[in-house]
């Protein structure tokens, strides 16, 4: 690959005329020319190769931005075509790429996608018919099988003991007020991620095992240790013995002596921890007063691992169900054929990694792929367009970075410091 910053005459004149036959990555700041460098060498490879527009795919971030391309590349043909230098052949070509221009593959990653699914769509697993939903439309859908979802769940006998310790520990199911967090934001999350939840469930998913009992057996002996230390002062006065008899010891007490384990955690998921003071003498206990404030630590050290137990036992189970509905629910889109975004792109990626026969009338088809704003393209998106850039293979390796990529086939515009999903995968 040439790696080459748009910064002079020389390195333009590579990526729009000389370098044609090259893998390309461009990077340079705003208002360098980048699109219009794409834009150039799209025209001169249409006009001095066998290379027509409609065998070529230039793919952009936004729908605006692809409009706008997809423009820009007609004015340029037709500035050619009314230029008297233009040759005939020139001419020739510039009329067909004209023609050529409104069907062209001039889009954002997620309409190329939608473009090979409905073309594949019997490959891809899909219904002849395929719709794809907005953003609003996805938003309300996820709504609606959220809200069905919490109904089930709490419709169904055996989820009853997790659904009451969720509320005890409070881990929200749907939040009540705007913005508190809840689980209705990792299915939102997952959605976004569900082509990974088989890491999460398996293959096949089975039925959950019981949440375990709960077990207050080391709060309660740290309790237990606390109270056997107290008879160990020698100074009935001392101010860290009064503190941890009146105070401390009382309170920890109460919460041991709950006999109901509902209850029990309850009240600890409501407790802050107990305070461990700054008084207390040496002389009063044979021994530092840090060492009698550690073991007050060591039952809200106690009292927090069994609330953390309960709490990983709880989100463990509920993140299972959820990840189970998110699936299924993907699986569902593609059975009907109504997809989401992110759906287009895993489905492409998948109908490309399992037929080499699409895999072959893309590759030929497809002859360059340029990508422009490659700073916002996520792996999936790369290894889409370098399945089809690839040599056609019977078994595509399990990396895209593997690939056997002809030069020229890929075309790369980006600049690192305008991107706004880093975060993304």
């Known amino acids: 690959m040439t790696v080459v910053e748009a910064g002079d005459q020389r390195a333009r004149d590579v990526i729009s005329r000389e370098g044609l036959d090259r893998t390309i990555f461009v990077e340079a700041g705003a208002g360098t020319g980048k699109t219009t460098q794409l834009v150039r ?9 066998d290379v027509a527009l409609r065998d070529i795919a230039a793919i952009t971030f936004t729908e605006a931005a692809a409009s706008e391309l997809q423009t820009r590349i007609r004015v340029a043909f037709e500035a050619r075509l009314a230029d008297p230098s233009t040759s005939r052949d020139e001419h020739d070509r510039c009329q067909r790429a004209i023609a050529d221009s409104d069907l062209a593959a001039i889009s954002t990653v997620h309409g190329f996608a939608s473009r090979l699914l409905s073309e594949f769509s019997v490959a891809a697993g899909l219904p002849p ?10 938003q309300l859908a996820h709504e609606r099988r959220w809200d069905r979802f919490v109904d089930e769940l709490h419709a169904r006998p055996e989820h009853e003991e997790l659904l009451y310790r969720a509320a005890l520990i409070g881990v929200p199911l749907t939040p009540t007020y705007l913005g508190e967090p809840s689980f209705k934001d990792v299915a939102a999350n997952f959605g976004q991620n569900w082509d990974r939840l088989d890491a999460v469930l398996g293959a096949d998913h089975e039925e959950l095992p019981p949440l375990p009992e709960l077990d207050f057996g080391a709060f309660d002996d740290a309790v237990e240790t606390l109270g056997a230390i107290v008879s160990t002062c020698a100074d009935p006065a001392d101010r860290l013995l009064r503190h941890i008899e009146d105070v401390v010891l009382p309170s920890m007490r109460s919460v041991v002596a709950i006999a109901d384990p509902h209850h029990k955690l309850r009240e600890l998921s409501r407790h802050r921890g107990w305070p461990k003071s700054s008084f207390g003498s040496q002389a009063a206990w044979g021994c530092p007063a840090t060492e009698i404030r550690a073991v007050i630590g060591d039952v809200n050290d106690a009292m927090r691992a069994v609330r953390a137990a309960a709490s990983v036992a709880v989100v463990e189970q ?27 792109l895993v489905l492409a990626l998948r109908m490309l990694r399992h037929s080499p026969e699409v895999r072959r009338v893309l590759h030929e088809r497809y002859r360059h792929i340029l990508l422009d704003e490659f700073q916002d393209t996520d792996p999936i998106q790369i290894e889409v367009a370098s399945l089809i850039a690839a040599e056609p293979v019977a078994e595509p390796p399990g990396s895209w970075q593997d690939l056997a990529i002809g030069p020229g086939r890929l075309f790369f515009v980006g600049d690192p410091k305008q991107s706004i999903y880093r975060f993304r995968r």
Request: charge should be negative; glycine fraction near 6%; hydrophobic fraction near 50%.
């Open 41 to 49: 060498r799209i025209v001169n490879t249409v006009l001095t190769t």
């Open 318 to 344: 509920l993140m299972l169900l959820t990840a189970a509905e998110v699936r299924g629910a993907a699986h569902a889109r593609r059975i009907d054929g109504g997809l989401e975004f992110h759906d287009l």
């Open 129 to 138: 018919r395929v719709t794809v939903l907005d953003e609003v439309s996805s």
